[in-house]
């Protein structure tokens, strides 16, 4: 079975361009996570899916970031004005539902660099 | 203000050998920890869980300790092998909640 994918591998932009970045979460989970890991640092939570229900948007570092889930699946996470402190690798992770001990699976990242 | 730390960064030890990762808390308040592998390019997998009811939990060559009183926790690896030879991130959960908080992690290298 497919694991959490996440698109693209490597995105490199100019400061003050969008990006937007891809996640297809494991096919049949419910929660949706995105989460970034800058230089020297543990991951961070940046916000969190669960089916139908608001999100929890309560690790967005500003509201330069967005992201939504579209048909309680793919996710996109965006990052309008890119800052050079924005350079990270972003993770998806996804579960079958929240808490409960379920295991997050983690999708391999996007390496965001901005020049 | 960093609730879940890893002090080392690197730890190196000889094949067959013992690995102990260390990890400590600050939030009292969790009560789930989980430890999670990652090897470079690839995401992290979840590796050995423990919750707060318990002190040890095993899981073949794995092995987390959890000292709620010193808000500390170790993972054990015995014997220690090459492809063990990873970043290890501490991450710890409270009250059923959806976020993890993850330490900085620790390379571990086993060497030949």
């Known amino acids: 079975g497919a694991g959490v994918s996440q698109s693209p591998s490597n995105k490199v932009t100019e400061k003050g361009k969008d990006v937007e970045l891809r996640c297809d979460p494991i096919?049949?989970?419910?929660?949706l996570y995105w989460y970034r890991q800058s230089l020297g640092q543990g991951l961070e939570f940046l916000i969190y899916?669960?089916?139908?229900?608001?999100?929890?948007k309560s690790g967005l570092p500003s509201d330069r970031f967005s992201a939504e889930r579209t048909g309680g699946s793919v996710s996109t996470l965006t990052i309008q004005r890119t800052q050079q402190e924005d350079s990270a690798v972003y993770l998806c992770a996804s579960s079958f539902r929240p808490g409960g001990g379920d295991t997050q699976y983690f999708g391999p990242g996007t390496r965001l660099t901005v020049l | 203000d960093q609730q879940v730390k890893q002090n080392s960064p690197s730890l190196s030890v000889q094949e067959g050998r013992i690995s102990i990762l260390n990890c400590d808390y600050t939030n009292s308040m969790f009560d789930y920890f989980l430890w999670y592998k990652k090897y470079p390019a690839e995401g992290p997998t979840f590796l050995i869980s423990i919750s707060s009811i318990k002190d040890k939990n095993e899981d073949g060559r794995f092995t987390v300790f959890l000292n709620k009183s010193a808000k500390h926790l170790s993972l054990h690896i015995v014997p220690s092998q090459p492809g063990d030879s990873a970043v290890y991130f501490c991450a710890a959960r409270r009250g059923g909640g959806n976020k993890l908080t993850f330490g900085t992690g620790t390379q571990l290298k086993v060497e030949l």
């Open positions: 096919s049949g989970h419910t929660a």
């Open positions: 899916f669960q089916g139908n229900s608001a999100p929890d």
